[in-house]
């Protein structure tokens, strides 16, 4: 059977691994789906794409409080649709073409197909179009297969039309109505992203609250205004879907007891699962933890010699900054196993591009005190500095944790305008070791711009 030096599953983050140092080894690719992962075709970059257009439709909602009155005159969803993907799908479709094509991929073979282990570094491959399977070595592997959208057991889901965050976002004219089912991020950015194109939404979620992950206020506050815009069902279930007409009619459990909802479409959103079950995992000797994840240790190694992994298939982080951070790893490691790099998982923020937005890194106020932690609390509303009185904006604040006496900073929680971009002084200061008087009176802060939000949050703490 073929061997080689390295193989390669998926081409999300993985794909960034081969660098020119690579060229005198002899690699092949396997990608059951389409190249560039999920990041690039069905997460990160085209939810992005769809939610600043969705913001850009909500403003004249609100724009009468600035004085200016607005009109939302008409959505062309096929063109928003075609804008996004007629800029995405290409980069796929040209990521695939160099790596299979391009002269300076001559030592690397590409395979369209499913890899499953058959024992340790040995994969066989079914190809995408039914050829025969083909089994490959090698000398080390890298896992980076990623993970899909989980679709729970309903009754009589498996005979009628619905959608996961991989085909909603391609659909082929708006519906008037959505239900989707989740509470979490994928849930309440597609929410926004609908609800703000004008399609009347509902969101159905199993617990009393949305963003549950989240510090407790931020996912209150988030649920609070959630609720002002959607149709909100809280700890309530689907107990079942069927087809009525050119309509879907979901059974559901609630507080209030059964009720049935009739949708136009059904989104379900309530979580993502690692790809180990395909790849068959346990035949490659690979190890996985009560989530399905692959087991790895600080520097991306398997429990098998020779096998690398990283991202949604290890990690439990489904960020794409942190596949990132670990495909910089793998590759130093497997260049250099002389002198290997332990990837650095003591910080991850993350986000929710929702509306509000949402932005978060370290421990929550309850996390903190659980762990027996003396900690001193800030909070600090938007409505209390300058460009907070620009936007009128009521909700947001910055919540921070510290630890007494040290000025440790153990986390950081934004609900508000421009979350993700505000909350990133706090995050280069917890990754470099600032204390919370250094960040705050070390440096400058713009006035009047939103960061403003943070520094008035540091000088509270004790």
């Known amino acids: 059977m073929p061997h080689v030096d390295l193989l390669l599953i998926g081409t999300g ?27 690039l075709n069905v997460g990160c970059i085209p939810t ?67 890899a499953r282990f058959t024992a340790e570094r040995q994969v066989q491959i079914e190809p995408n179009d039914g050829g025969p399977s083909l089994s490959l070595t090698a000398d080390q592997v890298v896992v980076a297969a990623g993970g899909r959208p989980y679709v729970p057991e309903i009754p009589g889901l498996a005979d009628v039309r619905f959608h996961t965050s991989d085909s909603i976002m391609r659909l082929e004219e708006l519906p008037r109505h959505l239900t989707v089912v989740g509470g979490g991020y994928v849930a309440t950015e597609l929410a926004h992203v609908f609800s703000s194109l004008g399609v009347a939404v509902t969101v159905i979620n199993r617990s009393g609250a949305l963003l549950r992950g989240e510090d407790e206020e931020v996912s209150a506050r988030f649920t609070e205004l959630a609720d002002q815009k ?3 069902r809280l700890n309530t279930t689907v107990r079942r879907v069927d087809q009525h007409g050119g309509a879907l009619r979901l059974e559901l459990a609630g507080p209030e007891g ?47 010699d020779g096998v690398w992994a990283l991202g949604d298939i290890c990690s439990p982080w489904a960020l794409k900054h942190v596949a990132n951070h670990e495909a910089r790893i793998v590759q130093h490691n497997v260049l250099h196993p002389e002198s290997p790099r332990a990837a650095d998982h003591r910080y991850v923020p993350h986000a929710v591009f929702s509306s509000p937005q949402v932005a978060s890194v370290g421990m929550t106020e309850k996390h903190a005190l659980a762990q027996g932690i003396e900690i001193s609390v800030a909070r600090q509303a938007y409505a209390d500095i300058a460009y907070g009185w620009a936007m009128e904006d009521t909700t947001g604040f910055a919540k921070l944790v510290a630890e007494k006496g040290t000025g440790r900073l153990l986390g950081a929680h934004i609900i508000g305008p421009q979350a993700p971009t505000v909350i990133q002084p706090l995050i280069q200061a917890m990754s470099f070791e600032q204390d919370v008087r250094e960040i705050a009176r070390g440096q400058y802060w713009i006035h009047p711009a939103m960061p403003e939000v943070v520094e008035n949050a540091l000088l509270q703490l004790d």
Request: hydrophobic letters at 35%; charged letters at 25%; proline letters at 5%.
């Open 230 to 232: 959607w149709d909100l």
């Open 258 to 304: 059964d009720s049935t909802l009739e949708t136009g479409e059904l989104l379900l959103a309530v979580g993502r699962v690692p790809n180990t079950d395909l790849l068959d995992a346990p035949a490659g000797g690979l190890a996985m933890n009560p989530a399905g994840l692959l087991v790895v240790d600080e520097y991306q190694r398997t429990t098998v």
């Open 13 to 39: 983050s993985g794909n960034s691994i081969l660098s020119e140092e690579f060229r005198d080894r002899s690699v092949a690719i396997v990608e059951r789906g389409t190249f560039g992962g999920t990041c």
């Open 48 to 114: 992005k794409m769809f939610v600043h257009t969705a913001d850009v439709a909500a403003t004249p909602a609100s724009s009468s409080r600035l004085g200016v009155d607005e009109t939302l005159d008409q959505v062309r969803w096929p063109d928003i649709r075609d804008r996004i993907f007629g800029r995405i799908d290409p980069i796929a479709s040209g990521g695939r073409d160099y790596r299979t094509t391009h002269p300076d991929n001559a030592h690397v073979t590409v395979y369209e197909g499913t």
